[in-house]
Structure formats: C-alpha cells, structure tokens
C-alpha cells in the first residue's frame, strides 16, 4: 500500500530565506510523486509532479523537488521564498498513475508554509 | 476557460438533515472525481466517474452517501442523513485523460475550490 508522510504541519520561514518542505513516501511499486499547492480560498494547484523521468523536477512559481529512491523522499525547496508562497501545501503519491481507486492519488496530511517578513 | 467550479461554498447543516454538493468539471473532461478532507486529516479519494458511469466508488464511506453525474456532465454528491464525521472540506477535480501520468503526457487533475461542509 502507498502512503505519504509529511513533516511538520507549519513551517515558518523568513521572507527571502530557503523553502524546504519535507515530504517521505511508502510504495511497493515505483510511484508517481506530486505537489499540490493550495492558497486561500483556492483549489488544489499542481505545483510539479514526477513521472520516471528526470530525477530533480522544476515546478511553477520556482519551486523544485528532488526525487531520491534511496530515501524515499521527494522534498519541495525554493531558493528564496516570497510572501506569495504563503499557502497550504500537499504532497501525493500514485502507484498506478491514475486519480482514482485505492492505488490513486493518496495525499500527505499537508504542510502550512508561513512568510514571515 | 472557466475551472472546477464547486457549489456551495460552505453549507451549515443540523445533524440528521440532508445536503447535496455540486461540481461542475471543466468542458469536455469525461473523468471526474470526489475527495474529501476531514479536518487534520488527509485528502482522501471518495469516486471516479467516466462521463456518467462510476468507474470507482471504493472510497464512498457508507450508503449515506450518493453521487451522481446524469448525462456525464456536472455531478452530485448527496449526504443523506449527515452526521458530525461527515463534515470537511469536499474537493471535486476533472481531468481529460484518465488521470494517468507519463513523462510529458496530459491527465492532469484540475480541483475546484471545494465545499466546506460543517454538521452540527
């Protein structure tokens, strides 16, 4: 079964500083890896997603993450962070590479960044 | 071109009453789905609809819950009687392909804003 794992519900950075949200994943098979971001009062964004292709993922907004198989993680950075950033932000899992179903997209619990200025 | 869009925004019910959520996908997506957010908890897949057949509905909790999607274009989900557990956040997302990733491909999943649905 595939499972996701993020650290620390909040994290708290200063404007201008490095991003890194952490992010772990459990599968059993080679997995599919995404970031969702979501800001107030908004949907669910995909921020970037791996698909077995390049290791190190460039998303929108400068966001980046690096998969790691030896690890199993798949953390989210930003070189300098911006007080647009501030939002929720999930990190999701499929095995199958659909949506849907039990071996569909399962989500971390989701990690709150705060900018403080 | 206009996104998921979810209605209510946020429904306010007593328990025992009833409430049906609406989504309507982007134009021309034949995959649908439901998740649901309770609150500290994780996202968590509900159904996977193909235009108006229900492809997957092993995420439903139980029989109190009905969706539905007739003519495979905006689809319901009803809560009928709600309970205290039933209250969360509602996400509805679309996609053109069947959600199936691969380097460069399409099935990305659009979400809508979500319906907050608070029982009392």
């Known amino acids: 079964a595939q499972s996701v794992t993020q650290l620390g519900s909040h994290v708290s950075v200063s404007e201008g500083a490095l991003v890194l949200l952490r992010c772990n994943y459990s599968?059993?098979?080679?997995?599919?890896l995404f970031w969702y971001v979501q800001y107030p009062n908004q949907g669910l964004q995909l921020l970037l997603k791996y698909t077995s292709a390049a290791t190190l993922v460039k998303g929108i907004n400068g966001f980046e993450a690096e998969f790691k198989k030896s690890e199993t993680s798949f953390h989210l950075t930003k070189p300098s962070a911006h007080m647009s950033d501030a939002a929720e932000y999930f990190c999701?899992?499929?095995?199958?590479?659909?949506?849907?179903?039990?071996?569909?997209?399962?989500f971390g619990k989701g990690t709150h960044l705060i900018i403080q200025p | 071109e206009a996104g998921v869009t979810q209605f209510p925004s946020h429904s306010v019910i007593e328990k025992g009453q009833t409430v049906t959520l609406r989504c309507d996908p982007i134009?021309?997506?034949?995959?649908l789905y439901w998740y649901r957010r309770v609150m500290g908890k994780e996202i968590k897949f509900l159904l996977h609809f193909v235009k108006e057949s229900k492809q997957d509905e092993s995420g439903m909790p139980n029989n109190r819950f009905l969706a539905e999607r007739t003519g495979g274009t905006y689809s319901t989900l009803k809560v009928q009687p709600a309970e205290l557990e039933d209250s969360g956040v509602y996400f509805c997302?679309?996609?053109?392909?069947?959600?199936?990733?691969?380097?460069?491909?399409?099935?990305?999943?659009?979400f809508g804003e979500g319906s907050r649905l608070t029982v009392l």
């Open positions: 599968s059993s098979v080679p997995p599919y």
């Open positions: 999701a899992v499929s095995e199958s590479g659909s949506g849907g179903g039990a071996d569909g997209l399962t």
């Open positions: 134009s021309g997506h034949d995959n």
């Open positions: 997302a679309s996609s053109q392909l069947p959600g199936r990733w691969t380097s460069g491909s399409g099935g990305e999943l659009f």
